[in-house]
C-alpha cells in the first residue's frame, strides 16, 4: 500500500444550530467519505449519518472480497440509499430527509471515486486545482447544456436544487468512477458549505500555502465562514505521498 495522509473537519458554520454534515476516515487510509445531509434539523442529521455508516460498514465487510471496487462502491451507495429509506419509513416526520456522499476509495492498487448530489472531491497537483466530480445539481445542467452562463450559475436560486440524492425510491444507479492519482497529489472532498463561500482559486492558494495538513483543513473552514459561513463545512484532505 502507497503511503498517505489524511485529515479532516467539520464545523456548523455561522447559520446553522445544527450541523447536519458527516465525515468519516478510515485508520488505514483505505476510504474516505462526505455527506451532507439535508431535510430539516433532525432528518438531515439522521440522513448523513446513516449514509456514513452504512458506506462504511459495507467496504469494511466486503473489502478483501473477490466484488470489483467499482461494483462495491456501488453496492455502498446503494445500502446507505436503502439504510435511509428505511428510516424514513419508520419515523414519517423524517419522509423528506436525504444526503449527498461523495467517497474516495484505494483498492487493489486502484483508485475509485463515488459521489451524489453537490459534495464534491477535487484533485490538487502541480498547484493547479481541479474540480473531479460533476455537481447533480440543476444548475450545473443546465451550464453544461449552455442555457446559463457560469456568471448566473453562481448566484442563481436553483443552485441547491438537487436532482440526484441519497434517500430516493427512484435511485438506480450512482456515479463510480477510476481515479488517477500520483505521488505529490492532494484530495480534497468537500461538502458545498466550502464551495459556496470559497473559490476554487482560493482553496488553490490555501492548499499551496505549505502549512500543516491541519492548519489547511483549519484555513480552508475558516475562510468559509469568513465568506458568510451560511452552510455547514466539512473537509477532508488526503495526500499521496
Known amino acids: ?83 435511509i429509506l428505511e428510516d424514513q419509513s419508520d419515523h414519517p416526520e423524517r419522509a423528506d430527509m436525504g444526503t449527498t456522499a461523495v467517497v474516495v476509495a484505494f483498492r487493489k492498487d486502484e483508485s475509485w471515486y463515488a459521489h451524489i448530489g453537490d459534495s464534491r472531491l477535487y484533485l490538487f497537483r502541480d498547484s493547479q486545482l481541479r474540480q473531479i466530480t460533476e455537481d447533480h445539481t440543476w444548475v450545473a445542467r443546465a451550464l453544461k447544456m449552455g442555457d446559463i452562463k457560469p456568471d448566473q450559475a453562481k448566484v442563481h436560486p436553483w443552485r441547491h436544487v438537487l436532482f440526484q440524492c441519497l434517500g430516493r425510491k427512484d ?55 469568513e465568506g458568510g459561513g451560511s452552510d455547514n463545512i466539512t473537509v477532508i484532505l488526503v495526500a499521496q505521498e
Open 1 to 83: 500500500m502507497k503511503n498517505r495522509r489524511s485529515t479532516g473537519l467539520t464545523d456548523p458554520g455561522l447559520i446553522r444550530s445544527v450541523n447536519q454534515d458527516s465525515y468519516y476516515i478510515d485508520p488505514e487510509g483505505r476510504f474516505f467519505i462526505v455527506a451532507d445531509g439535508m431535510g430539516g434539523h433532525a432528518g438531515g442529521q439522521e440522513a448523513s449519518q446513516i449514509a456514513t455508516k452504512r458506506i462504511q460498514t459495507h467496504l469494511e465487510d466486503h473489502w478483501d472480497s473477490d466484488t470489483p471496487s467499482e461494483e462495491l462502491l456501488q453496492e455502498a451507495l446503494q445500502q446507505a440509499n436503502k439504510g
Open 171 to 225: 435511485l438506480r444507479q450512482v456515479d463510480v468512477y477510476p481515479l488517477e492519482v500520483q505521488t505529490g497529489d492532494w484530495l480534497l472532498l468537500c461538502s458545498d458549505g466550502l464551495t459556496e463561500e470559497v473559490s476554487d482559486d482560493l482553496i488553490a492558494e490555501i492548499l499551496n500555502s505549505k502549512k500543516s495538513d491541519k492548519d489547511i483543513a483549519k484555513q480552508l473552514i475558516k475562510s468559509a465562514k
